[in-house]
T-cell receptor, first 114, second 111 residues
Framework: AQSVTQLDSQVPVFEEAPVELRCNYSSSVSVYLFWYVQYPNQGLQLLLKYLSGSTLVKGINGFEAEFNKSQTSFHLRKPSVHISDTAEYFCAVSPQTGANNLFFGTGTRLTVIP | DTGVSQDPRHKITKRGQNVTFRCDPISEHNRLYWYRQTLGQGPEFLTYFQNEAQLEKSRLLSDRFSAERPKGSFSTLEIQRTEQGDSAMYLC?????????FGSGTRLTVV
């Protein structure tokens, strides 16, 4: 079974400040890891994914995440946020075999304050 | 390629009615997924198709729910005898090689 924990339900941050959104997971099988962003009344857009290789993954819009296998974490970071980054962010895992469906966390609401 | 399309965007229905949603995936994607997202939660997996074959169903998918993907192209999700607890956003995603593209979803409100 897989589960994803996003430790912060809401994160307020001032514009141009750095931000870290935390994600921990548990799984009985090997998984791939993802971060998605969701704007109001829209679907989910992929920010980045970790399949293999370097544990530091760079994504769109200046975001990056680091996979830490020993801590089963995949935290998302951005060095300087913009107003347009205000959105809901979801961490997800997918088993490496089978249906490869995504298991999502409950989301973190990032609010960028001008 | 216009991404994943879902229709309708919004649906309001009375309790007990049947509703059907449509998803048009990216044409070259052989995998198609349906998810349900309730307010304040992440999406939850409902079912998965590889081409026209429905290969996996979540236990969330009660007997009132049925999904099809004829000819491995578009997919439909039908909910029979809707209940207020069915109110949610229904998301479709298609993908291959661990690249998943989501549609904008159908928001269902059961009154």
């Amino acid at each position: 079974a897989q589960s994803v924990t996003q430790l912060d339900s809401q994160v307020p941050v001032f514009e141009e400040a750095p931000v870290e959104l935390r994600c921990n997971y548990s799984s009985s099988v090997s998984v791939y890891l993802f971060w998605y962003v969701q704007y109001p009344n829209q679907g989910l857009q992929l920010l980045l994914k970790y399949l293999s290789g370097s544990t530091l993954v760079k994504g769109i819009n200046g975001f990056e995440a680091e996979f830490n296998k020993s801590q089963t974490s995949f935290h998302l970071r951005k060095p300087s946020v913009h107003i347009s980054d205000t959105a809901e962010y979801f961490c997800a895992v997918s088993p490496q075999t089978g249906a490869n469906n995504l298991f999502f966390g409950t989301g973190t609401r990032l609010t960028v304050i001008p | 390629d216009t991404g994943v399309s879902q229709d309708p965007r919004h649906k309001i229905t009375k309790r007990g009615q049947n509703v059907t949603f449509r998803c048009d995936p990216i044409s070259e994607h052989n995998r198609l997924y349906w998810y349900r997202q309730t307010l304040g939660q992440g999406p939850e997996f409902l079912t998965y198709f590889q081409n026209e074959a429905q290969l996996e169903k979540s236990r969330l998918l009660s007997d009132r729910f049925s999904a099809e993907r004829p000819k491995g192209s578009f997919s439909t999700l039908e909910i029979q005898r809707t209940e207020q607890g069915d109110s949610a956003m229904y998301l479709c995603a298609s993908g291959q090689n661990y690249g998943y593209t989501f549609g904008s979803g159908t928001r269902l409100t059961v009154v």
